[in-house]
């Protein structure tokens, strides 16, 4: 007997739910439907591929093996169908996207309004994340394509990634605080306060340790807290009314100082920088609509590179 693709959905999602109501509903079918589906596949196949009890349906070791062997296929036809429906055209359908905060922040809007101004029956969704569970979707067929910082990524032969340009560290504060008043500021001066940081590696924090001559291996073991906020309004308003020292991207905190709420430390250092990627599949053609966003994402990241005289 052949195990289609819907006996791979339907299993999946049982060993995903351990329970034939909330698969179901995960699947958009009926709960007789999917027992019965299960219970004919079962029989065909001369195999129990679920123990049933009151509390959970568990996978035997047949249903656990199904699942493991057909995930690799399911992420085929997915990345398959959102393929061909994308290749239709670019007026219709539409794509989704994973990001990180920076650059959502940065320079995401104005590639998105380019392409509308030429698309504008695309439907495109956005998804913000971090890194690594971007790049889960990413290999899951989830999301189409992922702009974020790649230095957690871990490239195994079966990514393109598109590296586009730095932009160098700034740290900001409210115009009161204490060290504005102070000469010769360094960079260590800063670890004397709360840092208020968007989401940034651990790598990042450690190494701006180490140039400030800091023994800290860890960023739990700084002697003041992180404030991690990936919504900037927040972060900028923690900043204005705190001693906390902002540190992120130029573009991030210029508004706030052209108003006048937030001063630049005469701090520079540019070993640390952004390190911001463009990251799809490789073996899988970009559909036309990803292509196009692809190439204004790269032209709004170099205009704005520009603007803020990143590296």
């Known amino acids: 007997m052949a195990i289609d693709i819907r006996h791979l959905r339907q299993v999946e999602a049982l060993v ?24 004919a596949l ?15 349906v568990k996978p035997t070791v047949f249903g656990k093996r199904i699942q493991e062997l057909g995930k690799s296929i399911l992420t085929d036809t997915r990345h398959l169908e959102r393929e061909l429906a994308l290749l239709k055209g670019l007026e ?20 998105f309004a380019r392409l509308y101004t030429e698309h504008p029956k695309l439907k495109i969704r956005v998804l913000l994340e971090r890194p690594r ?33 730095e932009f160098s560290a700034r740290y900001a504060c409210c115009p009161t605080h204490p060290l504005t008043g102070k000469k010769g500021v360094k960079l260590k001066d800063i670890f004397d306060f709360p840092i208020a ?3 940034l590696p651990e790598a990042v924090i450690k190494a701006l340790a180490e140039l400030a001559g800091l023994p800290v291996k860890s960023t739990s073991k700084l002697s003041n807290g992180i404030i991690e906020c990936q919504y900037f309004k927040v972060l900028i308003e923690t900043i204005k009314a705190s001693d906390a020292i902002g ?11 052209n108003n006048g709420d937030l001063v630049y430390l005469p701090i520079f250092t540019p070993q640390i920088t952004s390190q911001f990627g463009i990251v799809s599949m490789k073996g899988y053609s970009l559909p036309p609509a990803v292509e196009a966003f692809q190439q204004y994402v790269i032209k709004a990241a170099r205009e704005s590179n520009l603007l803020f005289g990143g590296s």
């Open 16 to 39: 995903k739910h351990r329970n034939f109501a909330r698969a179901a509903r995960a699947l958009g079918i009926s709960q007789p439907a999917l027992s019965q589906n299960i219970r």
């Open 42 to 56: 079962e029989k065909q196949l001369d195999l129990k591929l679920f123990d049933r009890n009151v509390r959970e």
């Open 92 to 111: 219709i359908g539409g794509f989704t996207v994973g990001t990180g905060p920076l650059p959502a922040e940065i320079f995401l809007g104005n590639a």
């Open 133 to 165: 569970p971007l790049l889960k979707m990413l290999l899951g067929g989830d999301i189409d394509i992922m702009i974020a910082d790649i230095r957690t990524i871990e490239d195994q032969g079966v990514l393109d990634i598109v590296e586009l340009p």
């Open 197 to 199: 940081i968007p989401w």
């Open 247 to 257: 540190l992120g991207l130029e573009p991030i905190f210029q508004d706030a100082v």
